[in-house]
């Protein structure tokens, strides 16, 4: 059996691979380890405490039940926050003074896969050795406490509004007059994305916002954008926004329908804040997937680009290292350290509404200040990708950034988890990058076997 905990907590089919007793058996050994971890004060003992806070996937339910279960028999206090996003139960962790948060998502999959996600004190992400020791003590012997021994449950849904509070106080000016479409994925971003947008000022339209269970991120949200661009067009709005089924990221269209992507979205917020000496170190922090022409426009900006492996949890361990405060991926994960612990779709959605706003400019005439290059990724499938620097690869390698230059690059990724080794490239023209990869992953299908 592989590590249970992937990037981002532990996923599966819901019922299958994600079952009620896995869920109990995590949430007690977490109790064990975080709980413990806030187990004493300068006063003494303290019962530790937990947020859990859910997608409204249908399974969701019943998992939500074993993990307030196995929290509470560990003698874990328990809030129940309900539905709500995930950088939602990553603020309300630190903000209500909690040892540990519970996250129930599988973000942008379909409605049959779920996931735990644990959350440290502070609202953190934990580290592969956190993780690493709540596996270890799967399953271990423990003493149970009884009588007032046990934690106590309680609901706490108004919460939310702490939530959406703490977002608009992060906002310069309101965003009266603009007129947005926005995608909820039928997810967790429901009914506190409309709600923080309006009260921001905005005139809102809400699509996918109508969950049941069953169609989070079905034909909508920040995977599928087909139905927002249709509505901003057809509604004549200044833009839309699109989250994923727990609202950890977005994504935009401008009025004419055109995507704007997370490369695009920090580059306009990196411009602003370094306009308003608000960006740190002149810095922002993107993975090595961000696309080229990010990073050239950044540098006409006279901003330093720092790049990290793929993974918003990487990106964050290099902001807090160094003392940077944006960073981000093109999938549209965004993090405002100033203001949040992990990438937050909603915090995103609105300070890059708040610089339309500020600005008078179009969302399509604020993008335009990066030109994205064309990419070609290739996914080679049934390789070794343990050779993916093999000789005869690095020497094909050397020989296409040559002929790219300054205007393109290469990345050679083998995947973590299949025996696949993907290819990427980027050149001025498709044609180019087209060319160069079809190239390099021929090289691959006979070096790397």
Same mark, same amino acid.
């Given at each position: 059996m592989g590590r249970l905990?992937?990037? $981002?907590?532990?996923?599966?089919v819901a019922g299958r691979d994600l079952t009620a007793e896995l869920a109990m058996d995590l949430s007690v050994a977490a109790a064990h380890v975080l709980g413990d971890a806030g187990a004493f004060t300068a006063t003494g003992h303290k019962r530790p405490v937990a947020v859990v806070g859910r997608d409204p996937r249908a399974s969701g339910e019943f998992l939500e039940a074993a993990v307030v279960a196995g929290l509470a028999s560990s003698g /874990? $206090? /328990?809030?129940?926050?309900?539905v709500l996003p995930t950088p939602a139960v990553a603020h309300l962790t630190a903000a209500l003074g909690?040892?540990?948060?519970?996250?129930?998502?599988?973000?942008?999959n379909p409605a049959p896969d779920n996931g735990i996600k644990f959350l440290a004190r502070g609202g953190f992400k934990l580290s592969d050795t956190v993780e690493d020791e709540i596996e270890r003590r799967l399953g271990e012997r423990w003493q149970r406490p009884v009588g007032a021994g046990v934690g106590r449950v309680r609901e706490a849904y108004g919460e939310a509004d702490r939530y959406i509070s703490h977002l608009l106080d992060t906002l310069n000016g309101r965003l009266d007059g603009l007129h947005i479409v926005v995608d909820c994925a039928n997810g967790a971003a429901s009914v506190v994305a409309p709600e923080a947008l309006l009260r921001a000022g905005a005139q809102v339209e809400a699509?996918?916002?109508?969950?049941?269970?069953?169609?989070?991120?079905?034909?909508?949200g920040s995977t599928h954008l087909d139905k927002l661009q249709q509505v901003v067009i057809s509604r004549g709005a200044d833009l839309g926004i699109a989250y994923d089924g727990?609202?950890?990221r977005c994504l935009a269209v401008d009025h004419t329908g055109a995507m704007i992507d997370g490369d695009q979205i920090m580059a306009i917020l990196?411009?602003?804040?370094?306009?308003e000496n608000r960006l740190a170190k002149s810095t922002v922090v993107a993975t090595v997937m961000s696309n080229l022409g990010f990073k050239l426009a950044m540098r006409e900006a006279g901003i330093e680009v720092v790049q990290t492996a793929v993974? $918003?949890?990487y990106v964050l361990e290099a902001m807090k290292a160094d003392g940077f405060n944006l960073g981000g991926e093109q999938s549209g994960h965004v993090i405002l350290l100033d203001h949040a612990t992990t990438g937050d779709g909603l915090l995103t959605s609105l300070h890059l509404l708040s610089v339309v706003a500020r600005s008078g400019k179009s969302l399509r005439d604020l993008a335009a200040v990066m030109t994205a290059l064309p990419q070609i990724l290739i996914n080679v499938k049934d390789v070794d990708r343990g050779k993916a620097a093999a000789p005869q690869l690095s020497e094909a390698v050397a020989a296409a950034e040559a002929e790219l230059g300054e205007t393109g690059r290469v990345l050679i990724r083998p995947s973590g988890t299949?025996?696949?080794?993907? /290819?990427m490239v980027e050149a001025s023209s498709e044609e180019q990058a087209s060319r160069v990869a079809g190239r390099l992953a021929d090289v691959v299908r006979t070096a790397c076997v």
């Open positions: 905990f992937g990037t $981002d907590g532990v996923r599966g /874990v $206090d /328990v809030l129940r926050l309900g909690a040892d540990l948060g519970v996250m129930l998502s599988a973000s942008h699509i996918g916002a109508r969950p049941d269970g069953l169609n989070i991120n079905a034909g909508c727990d609202a950890d990196a411009l602003a804040m370094h306009e993974g $918003d949890r299949e025996p696949m080794i993907r /290819v």
